[in-house]
Structure formats: structure tokens, C-alpha cells
């Protein structure tokens, strides 16, 4: 995984196109395409739901302002960072929480694939508690023999009948005219 994050790590503008399912009490489906551009602003369209389809989303990390743009009507929405102060703190408690020492991990090839399962080496203690437990599976597509391209991630509870799906699409640089074509949707008031 580390790999593959540092494979992107020199690009200042990069595409996601992204589908979650979460299939917990009743499946939902979000999808989304995401820009990142110039390591300042974070761009997202939905296709999924259809209630968000067609309204663009922005981020502007420097300057904290979130942006809506509903056809052609631009909102925005200061000091956003104490709304979203939480969510560098989740990344952070969870990062260390997925730290691949607190995993037993297993490597599985399924034909063009390669399937790594992480499972928490605490499993069996917290099976006799009767606790459930989080497990990772991450797929990559193998085309060449060391090449590996991320496509989904699993996030299964202890008994698999409850789990998030992360199906990756697309993840590719961007382009310096995709990026500005991006950010004049987006911000052509600027």
C-alpha cells in the first residue's frame, strides 16, 4: 500500500473516480469523481446519489472556504475547518490503528490478482469476548509481473455480512489544462 501512495506522491494535480457501497443495514451507493489539484483544492462531483448529481463541491485547504456551484450559483462557506477539524483527527486515530504490526497479513493470488487480508492479530482473544472485529482486504490488479494497481478496498466486520466496498476506478494525473478546466467550473468568480 505504501507503494503504491508514494507511486502519486510527486503529482500537485490528480483525478479519483471512486464508487462506496456500504452494504451495513440496506446497500447505498455513493459515487464520485475527485480533483486535486495544485495541493490546495479538492474538487468532487457525485453521480451517486442522483439528489447531489450535478452540483459541483470545493475545498480550498489554504484558505478554508468550502464552495457549492448549483447550476452556475456559487456558495461560500467560511471557516470550514471547525466543521471538518475532526477529520484529520479520525485519519490520525485511525492510521495508527491500521498499522500493518497490529495485523496478521495474508497474500492470496486469484488468477490477474493479488488479494491482501488483514486481519487483526487480537481476533481470537476478541472472538471469545464475543467482540467484533474489523478486517481489511485490500485487491490489486496485476497486468505485469510488478505491477500492481489498486482497485478496491474491503472493510468487513468480524462476520462479513457487514462490510463498506471502496471500488477505485480510476486514479491518474491530471493534466494542467483538465486542472483548469476543473477550477473554472468551479471558481469562475475568482
Same mark, same amino acid.
Given at each position: 500500500?505504501?507503494?503504491?501512495?508514494?507511486?502519486?506522491?510527486?503529482?500537485?494535480?490528480?483525478?479519483?473516480?471512486?464508487?462506496?457501497?456500504?452494504?451495513?443495514?440496506?446497500?447505498?451507493?455513493?459515487?464520485? &469523481? %475527485?480533483?486535486? =489539484? /495544485?495541493?490546495?483544492?479538492?474538487?468532487?462531483?457525485?453521480? !451517486? @446519489?442522483?439528489?447531489?448529481?450535478? +452540483?459541483?463541491?470545493?475545498?480550498?485547504?489554504?484558505?478554508?472556504?468550502?464552495?457549492?456551484?448549483?447550476?452556475?450559483?456559487?456558495?461560500?462557506?467560511?471557516?470550514?475547518?471547525?466543521?471538518?477539524?475532526?477529520?484529520?483527527?479520525?485519519?490520525?486515530?485511525?492510521?495508527?490503528?491500521?498499522?500493518?504490526?497490529?495485523?496478521?497479513?495474508?497474500?492470496?493470488?486469484?488468477?490477474?490478482?493479488?488479494?491482501?487480508?488483514?486481519?487483526?492479530?487480537?481476533?481470537?482473544?476478541? &472472538? %471469545?469476548?464475543? =467482540? /467484533?472485529?474489523?478486517?481489511?482486504?485490500?485487491?490489486?490488479? !496485476? @497486468?505485469?509481473?510488478?505491477?500492481? +494497481?489498486?482497485?478496491?478496498?474491503?472493510?468487513?466486520?468480524?462476520?462479513?455480512?457487514?462490510?463498506?466496498?471502496?471500488?477505485?476506478?480510476?486514479?491518474?494525473p491530471l493534466s494542467d489544462e483538465e486542472a483548469d478546466d476543473e477550477l473554472n467550473k468551479m471558481l469562475k468568480f475568482s
Amino acid at each position: 500500500m505504501e507503494g503504491l501512495l508514494e507511486s502519486y506522491l510527486g503529482y500537485k494535480k490528480l483525478k479519483f473516480d471512486i464508487n462506496i457501497q456500504f452494504q451495513i443495514t440496506e446497500s447505498k451507493e455513493i459515487s464520485t &469523481k %475527485l480533483s486535486y =489539484i /495544485d495541493n490546495r483544492y479538492i474538487i468532487f462531483t457525485f453521480e !451517486k @446519489p442522483s439528489l447531489f448529481k450535478d +452540483i459541483y463541491y470545493c475545498y480550498d485547504l489554504f484558505e478554508a472556504v468550502f464552495y457549492t456551484n448549483v447550476r452556475e450559483e456559487i456558495d461560500e462557506y467560511d471557516q470550514i475547518t471547525i466543521r471538518t477539524a475532526t477529520i484529520p483527527d479520525l485519519l490520525l486515530s485511525f492510521l495508527p490503528f491500521f498499522n500493518p504490526e497490529n495485523f496478521d497479513v495474508m497474500v492470496i493470488e486469484e488468477g490477474i490478482y493479488e488479494i491482501q487480508k488483514y486481519l487483526p492479530k487480537t481476533r481470537n482473544f476478541l &472472538k %471469545l469476548l464475543n =467482540i /467484533d472485529f474489523t478486517k481489511f482486504n485490500i485487491y490489486y490488479f !496485476k @497486468p505485469f509481473e510488478n505491477i500492481k +494497481i489498486l482497485e478496491k478496498l474491503e472493510i468487513l466486520n468480524s462476520q462479513e455480512n457487514k462490510k463498506i466496498i471502496i471500488d477505485i476506478k480510476e486514479i491518474r494525473p491530471l493534466s494542467d489544462e483538465e486542472a483548469d478546466d476543473e477550477l473554472n467550473k468551479m471558481l469562475k468568480f475568482s
